[in-house]
């Protein structure tokens, strides 16, 4: 069974700081990772993942994949009130269960003035 | 405007009672996915298609239904056999194999009364 373990399950600090939150996973047929910003209702993508150590980069959000430990980081820098959400981590596999993300439970970010 | 769409908002359920989620997209994507979460577990994947007249059961079909007669449509039954059916039900559509561009609708909030 695939499966996507998230941590730290919540994290609380003050604008400005830096936050890195993990995301490690066993998948049987790997294909893809994907981070998602959960902030009310529906989650947004942020980024997918398919290549160890090339790091994707998009503002003051980064991430990166090690495919041989079997785990992905994402990186808030200089964080604001407006980060805090829920952040999800997913794996998509491939071959017979093509298409099928499979979650993590999710970092809880709350970021304080 | 393009979008996916769900309804109802909140969704209320009494004992032994089967429910319909309403889920529609007309961004003309292939692929529709049906999620529950519950505080703690992230997203969990109840049912996907990647065509029309085609789905798959995922990590938790028990007690659920679903049909995609129409590309556009792919509506979740909650049969009276789901015995825990308090949750966030999310639908979700992308391109074909295409996680990246996985869209996601606003859910629905159903209850047991």
């Known amino acids: 069974e695939d499966k996507v373990v998230q941590s730290p399950l919540s994290l609380v600090v003050h604008e400005g700081d830096t936050v890195t939150l993990n995301c490690s996973y066993e998948?049987?047929?790997?294909?893809?990772l994907l981070w998602y910003k959960q902030e009310k209702k529906a989650p947004t993508f942020l980024f997918m993942l398919?290549?160890?150590?090339i790091e994707k980069k998009s503002g003051r959000l980064s991430s990166i994949l090690d495919k041989k430990e079997l785990f992905s980081i994402l990186n808030i820098t200089a964080t604001q009130t407006g980060d805090s959400a829920i952040y999800l981590c997913a794996v998509e596999a491939g071959g017979t269960s093509y298409g099928k993300l499979t979650f993590g439970q999710g970092t809880i970010l709350t970021v304080h003035p | 405007d393009g979008g996916i769409t769900q309804s109802p908002k909140y969704l209320f359920r009494k004992e032994g009672q089967n429910v319909t989620l309403s889920c529609e997209q007309n961004?003309?994507?292939?692929?529709m996915y049906w999620y529950r979460q519950d505080p703690g577990q992230g997203l969990r994947l109840i049912y996907y298609s990647q065509i029309v007249n085609d789905f798959q059961k995922g990590d938790i079909a028990e007690g659920y239904s679903v049909s995609r007669e129409k590309k556009e449509s792919f509506p979740l039954t909650v049969t009276s056999a789901q015995k825990n059916p308090t949750a966030f039900y999310l639908c979700?559509?992308?391109?074909?194999?295409?996680?990246?561009?996985?869209?996601f609708g606003p859910g629905t909030r159903l209850l047991v009364l």
């Open positions: 398919t290549s160890s150590g």
């Open positions: 961004l003309n994507h292939d692929a």
């Open positions: 998948v049987t047929n790997f294909r893809s």
């Open positions: 979700a559509s992308s391109i074909g194999g295409r996680q990246e561009t996985q869209y």
